[in-house]
């Protein structure tokens, strides 16, 4: 079974809107952690926000927001005012401690971001 | 700021030839992971170091991969023989196992013909 999912290949938004990007997970630990990464066509991975799953709080960083929903094991990131430059590959990603930390990616979402 | 450098950035090689791929991490980073990207299988996580002991490389095919920690400012990933499945972009990135996620490295294109 997929521990992390994103089930948009694809995403499409106008300059100036916000744009949410799914991501669900699957696990039986209490304690995890999940990040969002971009990854722009130059290729380097760029680390964005952090959910730990003790977190009460939504995660915010500047125009990224993580909607976290823990009964729904959801952690959708919530990017607002969309600029030109935030068309990239978008990967969820969770950390769980099985013994040792296991880092693991969901297969990302494309955002082109339409001027 | 501070960067995880990998060398090469690119590498074509013939199969069978053996690649050492390289990654200096971001000092005083004490995790290190090894991941390798298509198209068709996304990130896979090859091989994860703390403290230069490796904690997990189940997800690294043993028989032609190997990866190793000589010291705290090298990690050294090697395929030997190369096929042309192996042809991926290899990323590493280091941290602390921290809220603060993972700097990756610009990862090395390699292509083995």
């Known amino acids: 079974a997929q521990k992390i999912t994103q089930t948009q290949p694809g995403m499409f938004v106008q300059e100036k809107e916000a744009v949410t990007l799914d991501c669900t997970y699957d696990?039986?630990?209490?304690?995890?952690?999940l990040f969002w990464y971009k990854q722009p066509s130059s290729g380097e991975m760029i680390f964005l926000i952090y959910?730990?799953?003790?977190?009460?709080q939504n995660a915010t960083e500047g125009r990224y927001s993580l909607n976290f929903q823990k009964a729904r094991k959801s952690a959708n990131l919530v990017i607002s005012a969309s600029q030109l430059g935030d068309s990239a590959m978008y990967f969820c990603a969770m950390r769980e401690y099985t013994g040792t930390y296991k880092y693991i990616f969901g297969t990302g979402t494309r955002l082109k971001v339409l001027a | 700021d501070a960067r995880v450098t990998q060398t090469p950035r690119h590498k074509v090689t013939e199969m069978g030839q053996e690649v050492t791929m390289r990654c200096q991490p971001i000092l005083g980073h004490n995790t290190v992971f090894w991941y390798r990207q298509t198209m068709m299988q996304g990130l896979e996580l090859l091989a994860y170091?703390?403290?230069?002991?490796?904690?997990?490389d189940s997800g690294m095919p043993k028989d032609r991969f190997s990866a190793e920690m000589p010291d705290a400012t090298l990690a050294t990933l090697k395929i030997q023989p190369s096929e042309p499945r192996d042809s991926a972009v290899y990323f590493c990135?280091?941290?602390?196992?921290?809220?603060?996620?993972?700097?990756f490295g610009s990862g090395t294109r390699l292509t083995v013909v």
């Open positions: 170091f703390r403290n230069r002991a490796p904690l997990d």
């Open positions: 696990t039986s630990d209490q304690s995890y952690g």
């Open positions: 990135a280091s941290g602390l196992d921290s809220n603060y996620g993972y700097t």
């Open positions: 959910q730990g799953s003790y977190d009460e």
